[in-house]
T-cell receptor
Framework: GAGVSQSPRYKVAKRGQDVALRCDPI?????LFWYQQALGQGPEFLTY????????KSGLPSDRFFAERPEGSVSTLKIQRTQQEDSAVYLC????????????FGSGTQLSVL | QKEVEQNSGPLSVPEGAIASLNCTYS??????FFWYRQYSGKSPELIMS??SNGDKEDGRFTAQLNKASQYVSLLIRDSQPSDSATYLC??????????WGAGTKLIIKP
């Protein structure tokens, strides 16, 4: 596609519910990042994929967070048993191998846990 | 813990004036520095990158880097109302991690 696509744009979940957030990267972009952005804060790194390999998951805040990219394209971030502190915007970003310093962000998924 | 610090603002600047945004970082081994613009409710967009000491100009934007002082800034000349946004400073540290500041909210007053 022309840009990084994320869905849903907004998600409201009840505390304890599981959610799945989708990221469809720019075609050909092998590197994919997930970030969490709380209100009034900068993005915080969650995890990084190169193709289907998850090379860094050091930013995942707990074992309730899980990410996958099984075919090296679309990625899903899953949050189990959501808590109120999980409320944030979840951003997906990719870059091309030719310009690794330029990140292209999706529009994000705004998650609200009630 | 490695940090990137920015004044949260809001920074209010009259239209046509120069807006000056500042950022300091803690990891002396950092090598790459970025300014992203984020409109309210939108995702960050890269506007400038800088890798060596001194100034780098791109249109109305100038990035300035001083590694000795661990300081990077962004100047916006001839500020326009469309420049009103949050400006995020991001630093790639010595472990190749991208560390983000919390952003400075800039308001350009017509």
């Amino acid at each position: 596609g022309a840009g990084v696509s994320q869905s849903p744009r907004y998600k409201v979940a009840k505390r304890g519910q599981d959610v799945a957030l989708r990221c469809d990267p720019i075609s050909g972009h092998v590197s994919l990042f997930w970030y969490q952005q709380a209100l009034g804060q900068g993005p915080e790194f969650l995890t990084y994929f190169q193709n289907e390999a998850q090379l860094d998951k050091s930013g995942l805040p707990s074992d309730r967070f899980f990410a996958e990219r099984p075919e090296g394209s679309v990625s899903t971030l899953k949050i189990q048993r959501t808590q109120q502190e999980d409320s944030a915007v979840y951003l997906c970003a990719t870059h091309s191998g030719t310009d690794p310093e330029k990140l292209f962000f999706g529009s994000g998924t705004q998650l609200s846990v009630l | 813990q490695k940090e990137v610090e920015q004044n949260s603002g809001p920074l209010s600047v009259p239209e046509g004036a120069i807006a000056s945004l500042n950022c300091t970082y803690s990891d002396r081994g950092s090598q790459s520095f970025f300014w992203y613009r984020q409109y309210s409710g939108k995702s960050p967009e890269l506007i400038m990158s800088i890798y060596s000491n001194g100034d780098k100009e791109d249109g109305r934007f100038t990035a300035q880097l001083n590694k000795a002082s661990q300081y990077v800034s962004l100047l916006i000349r001839d500020s326009q109302p469309s420049d009103s946004a949050t400006y995020l400073c991001a630093v790639r540290d010595s472990n190749y991690q991208l560390i983000w500041g919390a952003g400075t909210k800039l308001i350009i007053k017509p």
